[in-house]
C-alpha cells in the first residue's frame, strides 16, 4: 500500500499536472498565434517551458527510486512506531505532490499573464519568474531525502518514532504545503506589473520573491521537526 501511494504522489500527480501544465500552455500559445501571428514570436520557448514544467516529475521520479527500499523496509514491520513512521512519510509524499501541484500552476499562471513577452524579446526577464516555483518543489525533496535519512536506519529499518515527534513532523509539512500556496499566490500578484522594464522588472522579481521567505521559514520547521525525531 505504502509503495502505491509513494507512486501515485510522487510520480502519477506530477506527470498529470505537467500534462495538464503542458495542455494549457501550447492552448494559449496557439490561441495566440491565431489572433496574432506577428506576436507568436519562437515556438522554442514554449519547449524550454515544458522542460522547466517537466523538473518536478524528473525530481518525483528519483526520489520515488531511492525511497524503495525504505518502503520495503517499512512493509515489512508492524507496531505503533512504524505506524508513526508512516505517517510522516507520507506526509513528505503528500507535500511533495502538492508543491509540484502549486510550482506547475504558477508556471502556467505567469506564462499565461506574460505569454507575448515570453515568445518575444523579453523572453530573459519572464524566465527567472518561471522558474521561481522550481525552489520549492527543490526543497520538497531535499526535505522527503531528509525524511528517509531521518526517519529509517542504515539498513532501512524504520527507527522507534514516538507519536509526539510524528504529530510534530507532520505539522511542519502542512506548514510547508501552506508557504508552498503562499509562494504561487505571490507569483500570481507580480503578474499585475506588466512593464518589466528597467524598476519594473525589479519591482516583480522582488515582489515574487517575497512568496521564498515563508518557504525558506518552513524548510528550517521541518528540518528541526526532523532533527528532534
Not at 501515485?8 to 506530477?14: A, T, Y
Not at 508513526?84 to 499562471?109: D, I, K, M, P, R
Not at 530573459?124 to 522558474?131: A, D, E, H, I, K
Not at 509526539?164 to 502542512?174: E, K, N, R, T
Request: proline share 4%; glycine share 8%.
Amino acid at each position: 500500500m505504502a509503495g502505491t501511494e509513494a507512486l501515485f504522489l510522487l510520480v502519477v500527480i506530477p506527470a498529470g499536472v505537467l500534462g495538464l501544465g503542458v495542455v494549457l500552455v501550447r492552448s494559449s500559445y496557439a490561441e495566440l498565434r491565431m489572433k496574432d501571428a506577428a506576436k507568436a514570436g519562437r515556438p522554442s520557448s514554449v519547449l524550454v517551458s515544458h522542460a522547466v514544467m517537466a523538473t518536478p516529475l524528473v525530481l518525483g521520479l528519483s526520489l520515488w527510486a531511492f525511497s524503495q527500499p525504505a518502503l520495503s523496509g517499512l512493509s515489512s514491520v508492524s507496531g505503533p512506531a512504524a505506524d508513526h513512521v508512516s505517517s510522516a512519510l507520507l506526509w513528505s509524499e503528500l507535500t511533495y505532490a502538492f508543491t509540484a501541484c502549486a510550482a506547475v500552476a504558477g508556471q502556467v499562471w505567469v506564462l499565461r499573464a506574460r505569454l507575448v513577452q515570453f515568445v518575444g524579446p523579453g523572453f530573459g526577464r519572464v524566465l527567472p519568474l518561471y522558474v521561481i516555483p522550481v525552489t520549492s518543489v527543490v526543497f520538497a525533496m531535499t526535505l522527503a531525502f531528509l525524511t528517509l535519512g531521518s526517519l529509517f536506519s542504515d539498513t532501512w529499518a524504520p527507527i522507534n518514532l514516538s507519536s509526539g515527534a510524528a504529530d510534530s513532523i507532520v505539522s511542519a509539512y502542512q506548514v510547508f504545503c501552506a508557504a508552498a500556496f503562499l509562494q504561487m499566490m505571490t507569483l500570481g500578484f507580480s503578474n499585475r506589473i506588466q512593464d518589466l522594464s528597467g524598476r519594473g522588472f525589479s519591482r516583480t522579481v522582488i515582489l515574487a520573491d517575497v512568496g521564498e521567505v515563508p518557504l525558506v521559514l518552513a524548510l528550517v520547521w521541518v528540518f528541526l521537526a526532523l532533527g528532534s525525531a
